[in-house]
């Protein structure tokens, strides 16, 4: 490429006739320093050939040195392998594109750290990868593993699961450490939380204090409810926070209505009728048919009280005979045993069974109405056959105090310092016992399942095949055991009532003022009758209807409202309260100071007044009548409501 100029006008320092610059306007020097009059530019990027470096081609391979590869090294072929743009005759790693990054002097391809400077190359355990970039220098493994990725391999890595690799030193991995920051080689978990004791705040909890109240459920006396001062008012071991009877001891926490009240503080065991005699035995044929009998011995009195589902009545008095035991076969058969005599009823009304020996009968039990066994003292037994009574050979002189059998062929009577004798359909003979101690009661679910109770409450357990002692606790006896199968047992005496359950026997007194229980009978529908001295009770998963009411009215008189109202039956009633609002669903008040006495009982209601003459003509008022039983469980009835008012054609 060539310039031309039509004059010169300016400096010339080279003398080629071209100006050094173009200030004036003109061509200016492409090569000013160097003589260059032709002004030639192959390139064509303004500068002179002369003076043009791109265009030096130091090695004289034919490639200018400004696209040479190796431009000082003669290499026409521009070789470059790597393709790194420095040819193969000047590069010193031909075949390492990044030419030796970690600067060690061995090229990536043969490098065994590329990435670190390591001129030795040293490879202790000759996997391929230099010591100075190997996981694990000693053990041979070129494929580096790393799971943990703690830049320890896996091959050398004692806890390849764990990145923090043991922290505390304790020869366990933190993957499966239950103490990963406390040192605990033994891995010790007292409660299998998963936790161990080394770092468990509470190692006996597996909960590890639920309730968060920072005191662990080993020795929390309300595990799952908050209470970190521990209070115990009544000292059972049941904190007050969680303890459904905080002012009574009672460890078993008992609740048979589960209305969240302990039995030891709420009553369970409801009146049923109060008698003037002992009561000493209850059975019925169900629970509209039930008997109780008793007595007393000075004067010598037999007493029988009859139950048809709604109230208790007295049925027979006499002074004839005393009464220990009642049973029957239908409700036109039942037989009441006792002191010097048997009495029995056919349906209609109760007659003393004639020509028997003297015996003092102190249990009776039949598999059918032509099969009936009495036992009394001195090993006494009468059998009733259907056409009459006889005694039958005991075996023992030993007073017998009750007897049950699961069939005719299958029956066992109990008594004075353990005795036990069997019936097999033959032959009375006795039975090993494994007590001293008297034996006052026996009941069983089966042949195989048959329990006897007695003094020290002890209690007996036939399986089947041999006798045992199952439960002994105090001093005190057992009089009465009754149930209705295998899992609903209970056993009553001196100290009150126990029940099994079929796992274990709990005490459920429950509010027995008087412990002391005689006699206790199981209905089928699952409540359950006692005798403690002349006093009927029964325990009822709900609340019986303690006051029958036939009426409550309110009738309107001048400037007064006379309250009346009648009951047919009442058991355990304390009295009434009368209470008076503006509407019917006000704030109501009592108008009673004092407790409204009761009158009636339970075989006998009572009719009641109130006259509220604190009042005002033609203006609403509406009552409530409250019942009060003698455990202070109160009932409300009403409400009803009248206006005072002028009552024309009444006196005035």
């Excluded at 009750?402 to 006795?430: E, F, K, L, Q």
Aim: proline share 5%; charged share 20%.
């Amino acid at each position: 490429m060539y310039r031309e100029c039509a004059w010169l006008l300016g400096p010339d320092s080279d003398g080629d006739s071209f100006a050094d610059d173009d200030t004036a306007g003109f061509c200016a020097d492409n090569c000013p320093d160097v003589y260059n009059p032709l002004q030639t530019d192959t390139d064509g990027d303004g500068i002179g050939d002369d003076c043009d470096s791109v265009l030096t081609d130091t090695d004289n391979d034919g490639v200018p040195d400004y696209i040479d590869n190796c431009p000082a090294v003669h290499n026409p072929d521009q070789s470059d392998a790597d393709h790194d743009s420095i040819g193969d005759a000047c590069d010193v790693c031909p075949q390492d594109p990044q030419n030796d990054p970690d600067s060690d002097g061995v090229c990536t391809s043969i490098d065994n750290c590329p990435g670190v400077a390591n001129p030795d190359q040293a490879d202790a355990d000759n996997d391929g990868r230099g010591n100075a970039c190997d996981n694990c220098p000693a053990v041979n493994n070129p494929d580096q593993s790393d799971v943990d990725h703690d830049s320890i391999g896996d091959a050398c890595d004692v806890c390849p699961q764990d990145p923090q690799n043991d922290p505390d030193g304790d020869g366990v991995c933190t993957s499966v450490d239950n103490c990963p920051a406390a040192a605990n080689p033994d891995q010790a978990d007292a409660d299998n939380d998963g936790r161990g004791n080394a770092c468990d705040a509470c190692p006996q909890d597996p909960q590890n204090d639920a309730d968060g109240d920072g005191v662990c459920a080993g020795v929390d006396n309300c595990p799952g409810v908050s209470n970190a001062d521990q209070a115990d008012g009544d000292r059972d071991g049941i904190g007050n926070a969680c303890d459904n009877c905080p002012a009574v001891h009672n460890p078993d926490q008992r609740d048979m209505n589960n209305n969240g009240i302990g039995d030891a503080c709420e009553s369970c065991w409801y009146p049923e009728a109060t008698t003037a005699q002992s009561i000493y035995a209850i059975w019925g044929l169900s629970e509209t048919d039930i008997y109780a009998v008793g007595g007393n011995t000075n004067p010598t009195q037999g007493y029988i009280l009859h139950y048809n589902g709604t109230a208790w009545t007295e049925v027979y008095n006499s002074t004839a005979i005393w009464l220990h035991d009642v049973w029957g076969s239908s409700p036109g058969d039942v037989y009441a045993i006792g002191e010097n005599g048997i009495l029995h009823y056919d349906g209609s009304s109760w007659s003393a069974v004639q020509g028997l020996p003297y015996a003092d009968l102190q249990g009776v039990w039949g598999s059918s109405g032509a099969d009936i066994f009495a036992v009394g003292m001195t090993g006494k037994i009468l059998h009733y056959n259907g056409s009459g009574w006889s005694e039958m050979q005991s075996g023992t002189t030993q007073h017998l105090l009750d007897v049950w059998g699961s069939s005719r062929d299958n029956i066992y009577a109990v008594g004075a310092d353990g005795t036990i004798v069997h019936y097999d359909g033959m032959t009375w003979s006795p039975e090993q016992s494994t007590t001293t101690e008297w034996l006052r009661g026996i009941w069983g679910s089966s042949a195989a399942d048959i329990y006897v109770v007695g003094d020290r409450d002890i209690i007996l357990h036939y399986d089947g095949h041999a006798w045992s002692t199952i439960y002994k606790y105090t001093a005190n006896m057992f009089f009465s055991i009754s149930g209705t199968s295998s899992q609903n047992i209970y056993a009553a005496g001196w100290d009150g009532v126990y029940h099994y359950d079929g796992i274990s026997w709990a005490y459920i007194n429950c509010g027995l003022s008087l412990p002391l229980v005689n006699t206790i009978w199981c209905g089928s529908s699952g409540n359950v009758y006692i005798a403690n001295r002349n006093t009927i009770k029964k325990l009822s998963a709900t609340k019986p209807t303690l006051i029958t009411l036939s009426s409550f009215l309110a009738e309107p008189r001048l400037r007064t409202i006379i309250l009346t109202w009648s009951t047919e039956s009442e058991i355990a009633n304390a009295g009434f309260n009368v209470y008076r609002a503006a509407s019917e669903d006000g704030e109501y008040s009592k108008l009673n100071k004092e407790l409204i006495p009761a009158k009636g009982s339970s075989t006998q209601g009572a009719s009641y007044e109130f006259i509220d003459k604190n009042v005002q003509n033609r203006k609403t008022y509406y009552y409530k009548l409250e019942d009060m039983d003698l455990n202070g469980v109160s009932t409300f009835h009403g409400p009803v409501s009248a206006m005072p008012r002028l009552i024309y054609g009444r006196g005035r």
